[in-house]
């Protein structure tokens, strides 16, 4: 079937430090892949995406490849800030392929120190 | 504000009631879809509409949970005889069918607990 597998959580970090989220997927054909972000109390937001092979999805400092060969979507900031804390969630999509669902990971919390 | 809206956005419930949710999605957006998402785990995908009809429905959603969209812009979903394993965020998306990525925009969400 399809699935999401996300780096299991909580993350703590200090301010400025580099993030990594690893997530790797299982589909039948080429999927879209996402990461979505949930702050605090609010619902969830798109971050990034990608649709095909080598895309590279960023936003607000965040950066993810979709790497076909290892049937990855790595999340990963470079200096994270406390304002970056919040549940992230990889998921893919596979619009075209039969079903327009999106298939979630389970998140990672991430949490960020002055 | 255009984004999706959700009413209520809590809601408390005896076990065996009835409960209905409502999901305004962004106006132009001609697909809505219903997730449930529980404590610690990622949304799970219920059922999804393109304009009026509703054309995915997962194995979650048992006989007790029924989704209507009838003029292809709001929906609601309703869960018959809850039960306390219902308790969980009900979430809704839309998205507009010509998007290549189907980005899914999110509301949200209705919390509900079953006591």
């Known amino acids: 079937g399809n699935s999401v597998t996300q780096m299991e959580g909580p993350v703590t970090l200090s301010e400025e430090a580099f993030l990594t989220i690893n997530c790797t997927y299982t589909?039948?054909?080429?999927?879209?892949l996402f990461w979505y972000v949930q702050y605090p109390g609010e619902g969830l937001q798109l971050l990034l995406k990608a649709t095909k092979a080598d895309d590279k999805g960023s936003n607000k400092g965040f950066e993810a490849t979709y790497r076909k060969e290892t049937t990855s979507f790595h999340l990963e900031k470079g200096s994270v800030q406390v304002s970056d804390s919040a549940v992230y969630f990889c998921a893919l999509s596979l619009t075209g392929l039969g079903s327009e669902k999106l298939v979630f990971g389970k998140g990672t919390k991430l949490t960020v120190n002055p | 504000d255009t984004g999706v809206s959700q009413d209520p956005r809590h809601k408390i419930t005896k076990r065996g009631q009835n409960v209905t949710f409502r999901c305004d999605p962004i106006?132009?957006?001609?697909?809505l879809y219903w997730y449930r998402q529980t404590l610690g785990q990622g949304p799970e995908f219920l059922t999804y509409f393109q304009n009026e009809a509703q054309l995915e429905k997962s194995r979650l959603l048992s006989d007790r949970f029924s989704a209507e969209r009838p003029k292809g812009s709001f929906s609601t979903l309703e869960i018959q005889r809850t039960e306390q394993g219902d308790s969980a965020m009900y979430l809704c998306a839309s998205s507009l069918r010509t998007s290549v990525y189907n980005e899914q925009f999110f509301g949200p969400g209705t919390r509900l607990t079953v006591l």
């Open positions: 106006s132009e957006h001609n697909r």
């Open positions: 589909a039948t054909g080429y999927p879209s």
